[in-house]
Every structure is written in structure tokens, then in C-alpha cells.
């Protein structure tokens, strides 16, 4: 093989690879709002529990368990057709 082929071909796949890889970071919108709420709640500017200060990570949670629950009937109902 061509050096010069081998080459191309190394840069042509590393290429796919980086944008195929491409990952977020940072703090998505649940987590900002929890971090508020903690914030709010311990400056003393809201008065909830703690069950509703930390409520964005648990009804998101309670959320995703409901969508996979929804997947997991429609795949069970189509599976037994």
C-alpha cells in the first residue's frame, strides 16, 4: 500500500471518529434548577421541604422511568402480534 494512501485513509477515519465522539458537557436544565432551588432555599429566600427543593431530580427521574415503562408495553404489544 502507498504510504501516501495509508496516510489519507488514517486522517479520512480519525476524522469520522472525532465528530462521531462529539459529547456535551456541562449541567443540563434539571440540574441548574436544583442547584437554584438548594441556593433559594438555603439563603432562606423559600420556605419548602427538601422532598420539593430536590424535585426536579426526582420527577425528571420518575419521568424517564414512565417513558421507558410506555416503550417497554409497546414493545410487549407489538412483539406478542
Known sequence: MNIGVYIERQSLMEGAM???TASSSGIG???LLTI???ILKLCKVI???WLWVLS???IS???GILILAVIGLI???VKAE
Open 18 to 20: 472525532s465528530k462521531s
Open 29 to 31: 436544565f434539571t440540574g
Open 36 to 38: 437554584v432551588f438548594i
Open 47 to 49: 420556605d419548602w421541604s
Open 56 to 58: 426536579p431530580l426526582w
Open 61 to 63: 427521574g420518575v419521568i
Open 75 to 77: 414493545f410487549m404489544v
